[in-house]
């Protein structure tokens, strides 16, 4: 069974740093496409990053240069490091996976775990 | 980037109704797009990819079309459990982008 669990939120003052992971279970993240996709209080579906099998990587222009996808093969975890918070930066993130059919096509996701930048 | 653009933002009906969801792209995206329906504190679940095609799963009363930039999703007949928040997603582009979600109350 496909399964995907984020970890790492919490409240973090502006300008601070935080690293959220995502452990998977049931697939390899190496073999697929995985994005983070977040969704701040009230608002709508924001995506944020992605990175390939091949490991390439892409990013929202939101977070781009202060925001770092990576993973670790030998632990089947994907990595969100965000650096230089802003009280933007406030949601709720999820990991997901990128469907066979094509990368964008989310087919399982994570519960969330949320993040909230304040002083 | 991308605009994707719903309508309505927000709905009500009545358990039983036919219900049409449409969404609009700023530009061209041919079939890629997606679907995925949004409860207060649970995950987005996947419902239509490729415009069209029902994820694994998915009630058959869910279902997609179109191409270009117009696009619809519909439920033929809705039951208590759909009343959800609605979003689009173009899969075309970087960056991906969402629609702003249209929400679906019980009349």
């Known amino acids: 069974e496909v399964q995907l669990a984020e970890s790492g939120g919490g409240l973090i003052q502006p300008g601070g740093s935080l690293t959220l992971s995502c452990v998977a279970s049931g697939f390899t993240v190496s073999n697929n496409y995985m994005s983070w996709v977040r969704q701040a209080p009230g608002k709508g579906l924001e995506w944020v990053s992605v990175?390939?099998?091949?490991?390439?990587?892409f990013y929202a222009d939101s977070v781009k240069g202060r925001f770092t996808i990576s993973r670790d093969n030998s632990r089947n975890t994907l990595f969100l490091q965000m650096n230089s918070l802003r009280v933007e930066d406030t949601a709720v993130y999820y990991c997901?996976?990128?469907?066979?059919?094509?990368?964008?096509?989310?087919?399982?996701w994570g519960q969330g775990t949320l993040v909230t930048v304040s002083s | 980037d991308i605009q994707m653009t719903q309508s309505p933002s927000s709905m009500s009906a009545s358990v039983g109704d036919r219900v049409t969801i449409t969404c609009r792209a700023s530009q061209g995206i041919s079939s890629w797009l997606a679907w995925y329906q949004k409860k207060p504190g649970k995950a987005p679940k996947p419902l239509i990819y490729a415009a069209s095609s029902l994820q694994s799963g998915v009630p058959s009363r869910f279902s997609g079309s179109g191409s270009g930039t117009d696009f619809t999703l519909t439920i033929s007949s809705l039951q208590p459990e759909d009343f959800a928040t609605y979003y689009c997603?173009?899969?075309?582009?970087?960056?991906?982008?969402f629609g702003q979600g249209t929400k679906l109350e019980i009349k």
């Open positions: 997603q173009q899969a075309n582009s970087f960056p991906y982008t």
């Open positions: 997901a996976r990128g469907s066979v059919t094509g990368p964008g096509y989310f087919d399982f």
């Open positions: 990175i390939y099998s091949g490991g390439s990587t």
